[in-house]
């Protein structure tokens, strides 16, 4: 009779944060290992039920390496997973929701060559890296961006918002951004962009702070999606009160443009690739 082994990890997260580190290859290869010595350069997954995973599990010093790989059996969103491994053996992953926190329990079937606890010992400290990686997900880190622009302060400012050059620079994140509000100190703005189906989604926020010709503080304090406005529940938490604020710094008909915003780790390397070519573009229209 095949031996079952069990390890489970409270999660401080909401579950969409749970399920997309637990089956997107960005995240996977993030928490993917048992030791430091180890990590996971590469995550391949197809997720439904009879579609494919490969996970690169190698030692750091290049001794060691091998494929974890399988085909998945069962997929219940948010709720569970089962999968097969390549050498045969079943394994069950649940997620149960809880007030504060997704509990998440993973159920195997054990292999011969190694001692039980020595497998569960290794499950569990992958387990665990989930677990850390997962909950520093929704941590702010303050990001810092700046361009130098041959424009005077004025017009740099009128083409950083205006509507029709607003949606040319920020083209950078999505090719249809737009907003819908007043750039006015309090006031609601909601930042769109348009899904495939052509569904709006994007941030709810407001204008924190606004003084023309030298910064711009936004507040993001909800997210739009299908029409509809969502201020609380999981899929804000991860965003609730982030800041995004714009400097203008005037000398001799040329402006400095620094930016700051507040980014969970999820997108920083999004942001640290995007920005960039957004302020590019921004400075091109502007010295045009």
Partial sequence: ????????????????QVWRA??????IVNWNFASDTWHCPSAEIDLVPGGKFNYKMAAKDGSMEFDFHGVFDEINE???????????RK?????????????????????????????????????????SYTESLTKMELLNFQIDI?????????????DETYRKWTSAFHPSSFYRGKWEEGEKMIFLGLDEKG?????????????????????????FDKGKEILDGPEVI????????????????????????????????????????????????CEQ
Avoid: C
């Avoid at 009779?1 to 969409?16: E, G």
């Avoid at 948010?78 to 045969?88: F, V």
């Fill in 91 to 131: 394994v069950w992953v649940n997620f149960e929701q809880y007030e504060d926190h997704v509990l998440v329990t993973e159920k195997f079937e054990a292999e011969q060559e190694n001692a039980s606890e020595m497998q569960k010992n290794g499950w569990q400290a992958i387990l665990n890296n989930f677990k």
């Fill in 1 to 16: 009779m095949q031996t079952l082994i069990n390890i489970s990890s409270k999660v401080y997260a909401p579950m969409f």
């Fill in 199 to 223: 569904n709006e989604g994007g941030m709810v926020s407001r204008i924190k702070k606004l003084i023309p010709n030298e910064i711009v503080s936004i507040e993001h304090y909800g997210i």
């Fill in 78 to 88: 948010s709720e569970s997973i089962a999968y097969t491994l390549g050498d045969n």
């Fill in 22 to 27: 637990w089956t997107l290859p960005i995240h």
């Fill in 238 to 285: 991860g965003w609730l009160g982030a800041i995004e604020e714009y400097q203008f710094e005037s000398q001799n008909n040329q402006t400095t443009l620094k930016v700051k915003l507040d980014s969970n780790l999820e997108h920083k390397e999004y942001f640290q690739e995007a920005w960039p070519k957004a302020l590019g573009i921004l400075k091109s229209i």
């Fill in 150 to 162: 041959n424009a005077a302060v004025e017009k740099v400012y009128e083409t950083m918002l205006a």
